[in-house]
């Protein structure tokens, strides 16, 4: 009989990942809406100790696939590893944390399975006895909810802050089950991580972030946002596609695959606030969103907000910045 | 080396989007399309590879007739020929069924290489690429931000979270799903909308069985919820709104 429902637990560099916790609390919360237990898997070689600590959250069950091969991240080997976890314990539900790394892997154990993700979603509830899940998709501008239309398992991925780790229950009693699993050829070899030269701004120590996104249009009219924040004492930062064009450093980037800030005052210029790149910035103090569609994501977390073209917008700012200090 | 790359077209980023009827899909009559914007930056990689290392780059896509404007702006680019996968607008195929579909078409074609775009703009599933590779037994990356092919296999740059990166080696057949930036886009020259007119474009009717099913619905799509309450500035006048928000972060905010 499939029941259960299955966490996968993810890790890197000998630390327990914190959005895994947020998994935790979609799968409890799932599983309490459906009765279901919930069991936690985490891959690895020598891994025991940080499968003991999830030990600490109310689960039914912790297990630990160890295998020499999965000492460091491949998809031929994680997908094999979860393959042979799936196929044992039978769940009718296995849920990730959409991270760059499952993203990487899921897809591929799913396709085993004769079928796709359920990925990155933002909720999920039960409806007439059913689960629905709510994914977000023209980047951001609609949600879509979707029903698993397949036998089980179900795969599925939650985002970043669909759930709150911190409300993760904790709890005693699912010891550490450790499971020897078969990997087959790993045809990936991956080199040690990195990070590129330090940066030479650091933004995270900024209290004013005046950000643009791909509304400025050209290059030549990125000195109208430098003179904004020169006036207001700020940094320029930027979205992905200003730096993936080059006309900011990519040390500028803000978001996922960029620098995560909090500062006083975060003002987006002409930027629609996509997922990734919201996760570097919700958490500024103060937003400020000028955008010339209404209906841009970017709105839903801003404090203040204009819709209006940032052509007008931006001078004007700045002259009333300037008098303002005077 | 033979490139196979994989271009989907998506609602223009600027489209104002509608909802249909029966909350089944986006109002698709006078929309505006576009290619998906990973998808333009797999191409451009894989014409690099063909500059640096020779062969083929063979375009496929799926979609109703629009689509072609995705398939004469690759061979006008450089792309050396097309296959069009003709579907119904209807089909939006789940990621499992899409790669399957992609999978029958391209099954005579062994190429060394196949690149896509990391996830599309519209359904975001960011999966169809890696079941793809799954479904022809090859090795795959994702998030690809540089690919050197001058050895044996390959090498590849991998984006990671927060500024990190990672390097991954692995043999050829494989497959790669390529990043928004990993080189600056080139445009179509004339002489290259010339010669695309030439160029073959294969057209291809998707086989539909048991795997090409939908595995994941959609009952329904809306537009969010609003989760905070935004003071909208201004109504319209970007100088009073400009004038307002000053005073607002001087006196509410307290930042100037
Ligand atoms: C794995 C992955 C990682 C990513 N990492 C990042 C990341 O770290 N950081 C990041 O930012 N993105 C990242 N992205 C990309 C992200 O999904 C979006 O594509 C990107 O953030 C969009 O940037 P944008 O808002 O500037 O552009 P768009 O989405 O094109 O938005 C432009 C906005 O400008 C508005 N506009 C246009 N003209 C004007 C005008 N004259 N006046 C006012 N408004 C105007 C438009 O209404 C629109 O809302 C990542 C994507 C993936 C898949």
Redesign the interface.
């Known amino acids: 009989m499939k029941h259960g429902i299955l966490v996968f637990i993810e890790h890197r560099a000998g630390a327990i990942n914190k959005i895994s916790y947020e998994a935790i609390a979609a799968a409890q919360d799932i599983g309490a809406k459906l009765n279901q237990p919930v069991s936690a898997v985490l891959l690895g070689a020598n891994f025991q100790d940080l499968a003991q600590q999830v030990t600490a959250y109310k689960l039914d069950g912790v297990m630990y696939a160890d295998n020499e091969k999965l000492a460091e991240y491949t998809p031929d080997g994680y997908a094999d590893a979860m393959e042979n976890v799936v196929r044992a314990r039978d769940p009718f539900l296995v849920i990730f944390p959409h991270t760059y790394l499952v993203r990487d892997f899921a897809p591929k154990l799913s396709a085993r399975f004769g079928k796709g993700v359920i990925s990155d979603c933002i909720r999920a509830g039960l409806e007439n006895g059913e689960l629905v899940f709510s994914r977000r998709i023209f980047l951001g501008k609609i949600d879509a909810d979707v029903v698993p239309n397949s036998d089980a398992p179900v795969f599925a991925t939650f985002q970043s802050g669909a759930y709150r780790g911190e409300t993760a229950e904790k709890g005693e009693g699912a010891a550490v089950e450790t499971m020897a699993v078969e990997v087959g050829e790993i045809r990936m070899k991956p080199e040690p991580a990195f990070q590129e030269v330090k940066s030479a701004v650091d933004l995270t120590k900024a209290e004013i972030i005046v950000a643009v996104g791909r509304g400025i249009k050209g290059q030549e009219n990125l000195q109208l946002v430098e003179k904004l924040a020169q006036i207001l004492g700020g940094e320029v930062a930027a979205s992905r596609p200003i730096c993936d064009a080059g006309w900011l450093p990519i040390d500028r980037q803000i978001g996922s695959s960029g620098q995560t800030v909090a500062p006083k005052l975060y003002i987006a210029l002409g930027i629609s606030g996509a997922i990734q790149h919201l996760v570097g910035m919700k958490n500024a103090s103060t937003i400020v969103a000028v955008n010339k569609d209404p209906e841009a994501p970017i709105f839903d977390i801003a404090d203040y907000g204009i819709v209006g073209d940032i052509f007008e917008v931006i001078p004007a700012l700045t002259e009333e910045v300037k008098k303002l200090k005077g | 080396m033979k490139i196979i790359v994989l271009m989907k077209q998506v609602?223009n980023?600027?489209a104002?989007?509608r909802?249909n009827k029966d909350q089944t899909w986006?109002e698709e009559s006078d929309l505006s399309y576009e290619v998906n914007?990973s998808d333009g930056y797999a191409l451009e990689e894989s014409l690099r590879l063909k500059e640096k290392h020779g062969g083929e780059v063979v375009v496929c896509t799926m979609g109703a007739a629009r689509v072609k404007a995705v398939i004469k702006d690759a061979l006008a680019r450089g792309a050396d020929r097309a296959i069009h996968i003709v579907a119904d607008d209807s089909l939006r195929p789940?990621?499992?069924a899409a790669?399957s579909i992609i999978a029958g078409a391209i099954k005579d074609e062994h190429p060394d290489l196949i690149m896509s775009g990391l996830q599309s703009?519209?359904?975001?599933?960011?999966?169809t690429g890696?079941?793809l590779?799954?479904?022809l037994g090859l090795?795959?990356?994702?998030?690809v931000i540089e690919v050197d092919a001058s050895g044996e296999g390959l090498r590849v740059k991998r984006?990671?979270?927060?500024?990190?990166?990672?390097?991954?080696?692995?043999?050829k057949p494989a497959l790669l799903t390529i990043?928004?930036?990993i080189s600056?886009i080139r445009y179509a020259t004339l002489k290259g909308i010339m010669a695309a007119k030439k160029k073959e474009i294969r057209e291809v009717t998707p086989q539909m069985d048991a795997?090409t099913?939908?595995?994941?619905?959609?009952?329904?799509?809306?537009?969010?919820q609003?989760?905070?309450q935004?003071?909208?500035?201004?109504n319209?006048?970007?100088?009073a709104?400009?004038?307002m928000?000053?005073?607002?972060?001087?006196t509410e905010?307290r930042?100037?």
């Open positions: 609602a980023k600027d104002i989007l909802i986006i914007e789940s990621p499992f790669a703009d519209d359904n975001s599933y960011a999966q890696v079941i590779a799954e479904l090795p795959h990356a994702t998030i984006e990671l979270e927060s500024g990190w990166y990672q390097w991954y080696t692995m043999p990043q928004s930036g600056q795997n099913a939908s595995h994941q619905k959609v009952t329904k799509i809306y537009f969010p609003k989760q905070k935004t003071q909208f500035l201004g319209g006048d970007a100088k709104g400009a004038a928000l000053a005073d607002k972060l001087r905010a930042i100037i």
